[in-house]
C-alpha cells in the first residue's frame, strides 16, 4: 500500500511536472515563434533594402554617363568612354558591361560598318540573333547597334548587336525612347552568356538637341542609348556581401522567374539548377505578404519572395526543445524567468536590429554622395578644358548640394546619439528670429534668390527670443525640409510664427504628398518612413531629430495631414524666463 501511494505520488508529480513543462514550453514556444518571426521580418526588410540600393546605385552610374553625354554634346570617343565608366566598372562588380548604343539609319549602315571596322576588327558588322546563332542583321529603318563596350573581355559578342532586333528588347528600347526615362528589359538570355542564368538590360536614352516634351519631339532627337548590361546572380551576389542572414529567396517580376538565392551556398542560381526542397514553406511565412517585398528597377517591379534556410529553421526549433527538456526539472517560478529573459533577449535583439539597420542606412547615404562628388570631380579633371563656365557651375552646385545633404546627415546623427547619451543639452541665448529663420532659408534654398519656396510669416511682436540656436535650427531645418523635399517643386512652402511672453508657435504646412493615418504614430521613430515616400530619398531620421529637440526643450509636436492635400507641423516651445 504504500509502495503503490508512493508510485501514485511521484506518478502525480511526474504528472503535474509534465503538464507543467509541456505549458511552460507552449508559452515559451509562442513567444520565441513570435520573436523569430519579427526577426524575420526584419532581417528580410534589410536585405530587401540592400538589393533595392544596388539596383539604385546602377541606374545612378547610368545617369553620371548621360550627363557626361549630355556635356559632351554627344559627342563621345570610344577611349573617352572606356576612360570615363572603368571606375564604376571596377568599383561596382554587379556590373557585366556598359554600353553605348547610337541610332544608324539604313543609309548610313554601310559607312558606320566601314568606321567600326577601323577601330575594332575588319569583321565588325551589324547582326543578330537567329535561333541562338549571330547572323548579320536584316535591312532595317534604323538600327541601334552595340558600338562601345566596357569591358570588351567576355562581352566581345556584344559589339556591333542591334538592340532593336530582339523584341523584349526593342520593347523598353521603345518605352525609354517615348519617355524619356530610364527603363529595364524582361528577364533576357544575353548575347555572351555561355550558362542558364538570367540577365537584364536598362536604357537611358540620349537625345542631342534636348527634345520637347512628346513623343514626337523625342523620336526625332534620339541619338542613341547608354545602357547597363547586368547579370541576375551577380547583382544579388552583391548586394549580399557581408549579410549572413540564413535566408533563402527567390526573385520574380509579374511574368516570369529570375533568380535564386541559397544562403548555405551563398550564391545565386538559376532555374535549372533549383532544388524545389529550397523553396519549402514556413510557419514564418504563414502570410505571404510579410515575406514577399517589391524592388523597382527601371519603371519595372520585382518581387522577391524569402523563405528561411534549414539551419535557420535549426536555430528555430531548439529554443523550444531545450525548454521543454528544461521544464521536466523546474517549477512554474522558472517559466517566469524565462519570461523575464526571453524579454531581454527580443531587447538586444532589437537594439542589434537597429544598429544593422542604421549602419546598412547611413552607409548608403554617405557612399551614394560620395560617388556622385567622386564622378563629378573626375569629370572636371578629366574635361576641364572642354567643359563650358556654365556647364562647370552646374556640377559646382552638384557638389555643393550633395556637401550640404551629407551635413545634414552628420547633423542628424550627432544629435541623436548626444541626445542618447544625455550631452544634448539646453543652453538657451537671445536670438534674433527673423534673421535665424533667413539663414535657414538660405541654406535649404541656395539656388533661388528671387523666388523662394519658403515663405515666412512671422506675427510674433518681439525681434529677439530667448531659445537655444542648435536645437531650434535643427527642428526648422528638418521640417521645412521635409517640405520642400515631399511636395511639388514649385508649390509653396508656408513657416508662420506666432507666439505670447510664455510660448513660440512654429507652424509649417506644404502641399505634399501627406503622411498616411497608420504611420503618424510610428513617423518619430528612428529610421521609419511612411509608405508612401516611393523614390524620394531619405533616412528617416528628420523627425526623430525634430522630436527629440522639442521635448529636450520641454515643448510640443503635433501632425495634421490628408494624403490628398499636404502636411501641418506645428510646433510650440516654451520661452525661457
Known sequence: MKRWKAYASLSLVMGIGMSLSAIAAGFVG?????????????????????????????????????????????EVSQAEFSLFVRRSISTYPGIQALEWSPLILHRDRSFYEESMQQIWSDSFAIVETENNTLILAKERSEYFPVTYIEPLRENEAALGFDLASNTTRREALQLARETGQIFATKRIKLVQEPTNQYGFLVFLPIYYPFPQDTIVSRGDNIKGFVLGVFRISDV?????????????????????????????????????????????EHILCSNSIFCTHSLKIGQ??????????????????????????????????LAFYLWKWQSKLQQTREISNLKMQFFSTTSHEFRTPLSTILISAQSLINNQHNFSEEQQLKIYH????????????????????????GHLEFTPEILILDQLCWQIVDELEPDRLEQRRIQIENHYPDRQVYLNRKLLRAILTNLLGNALKYSPLESAVHLEIRGSDRELKFKIWDRGIGIPKESREKIYEPFYRANNVGNIIGTGLGLSVVKTCVELQGGSIAIASRTEGGTIFTVKLPLAE
Do not use: C
Not at 533594402?49 to 553625354?69: C, E, K, W
Not at 509579374?254 to 544562403?263: I, K, W
Not at 517591379?301 to 531548439?318: D, Q, T
Not at 552638384?398 to 552628420?410: A, C, D, G, K, M
Open 30 to 74: 509562442e513567444w520565441e515563434r513570435s520573436a523569430h518571426q519579427l526577426e524575420f521580418q526584419r532581417q528580410t526588410e534589410n536585405l530587401a533594402i540592400a538589393l533595392q540600393r544596388t539596383l539604385n546605385r546602377y541606374t545612378d552610374v547610368l545617369l553620371s554617363i548621360g550627363d557626361f553625354y549630355e556635356v559632351s554634346q554627344n
Open 398 to 421: 552638384r557638389i555643393q548640394n550633395v556637401t550640404r545633404r551629407l551635413t545634414q546627415l552628420l547633423n542628424d546623427i550627432l544629435t541623436l546619439a548626444r541626445a542618447e547619451s
Open 236 to 280: 544579388i551576389e552583391e548586394a549580399l556581401q557581408g549579410f549572413n542572414e540564413r535566408i533563402n529567396f527567390s526573385l520574380h517580376d509579374r511574368d516570369n522567374f529570375l533568380g535564386f538565392y541559397d544562403s548555405i551556398a551563398g550564391k545565386a542560381i538559376g532555374e535549372t539548377d533549383l532544388d524545389p526542397s529550397l523553396q519549402k
Open 300 to 333: 519595372r517591379e520585382w518581387f522577391v519572395r524569402f523563405y528561411p534556410s534549414e539551419n535557420y529553421l535549426l536555430v528555430f526549433r531548439w529554443g523550444m526543445l531545450s525548454t521543454l527538456i528544461i521544464g521536466f526539472l523546474i517549477t512554474i517560478i
